[in-house]
Nanobody
């Protein structure tokens, strides 16, 4: 069974930075597309960023230039470096895997495995 273990959330002031981590198995790490989504209270889960097996990346417009998604192949870990955080970035952030994806999908329905989520709160 595929497992995704997230960490790195917390409380930060506006303008600050956080780095989220998502650890998984070597097999999962090399499959399909891995991504980050977020969900604020009362809102739908929305796409943040994704990276495929040859490390091509895609970002939501709202985070372009501020967030960076990356993979550490030695640690089988996915990262999301978040800089210049704003209060509207406050949400639960989820790591996800689309094991059969061949394209960089922004739809949560195309991802088959999810982490438990980690809370990110940005104060103004």
């Amino acid at each position: 069974q595929v497992q995704l273990e997230e960490s790195g959330g917390g409380l930060v002031q506006a303008g600050g930075s956080l780095r989220l981590s998502c650890a998984t198995s070597k097999r999962t790490f090399r499959r399909g597309v891995m991504g980050w989504f977020r969900q604020a209270p009362g809102m739908e889960r929305q796409f943040v960023a994704a990276v495929n097996w040859i490390e091509i990346t895609r970002y939501a417009d709202a985070v372009k230039g501020r967030f960076t998604i990356s993979k550490d192949r030695t640690e089988n870990t996915l990262y999301l470096q978040m800089n210049s955080l704003m209060p509207e970035d406050t949400a639960v952030y989820y790591c996800a895997v689309g094991s059969s994806l061949t394209a960089m999908s922004t739809s949560m329905h195309d991802y088959d495995t999810w982490g438990q989520g980690t809370q990110v709160t940005v104060s103004s």
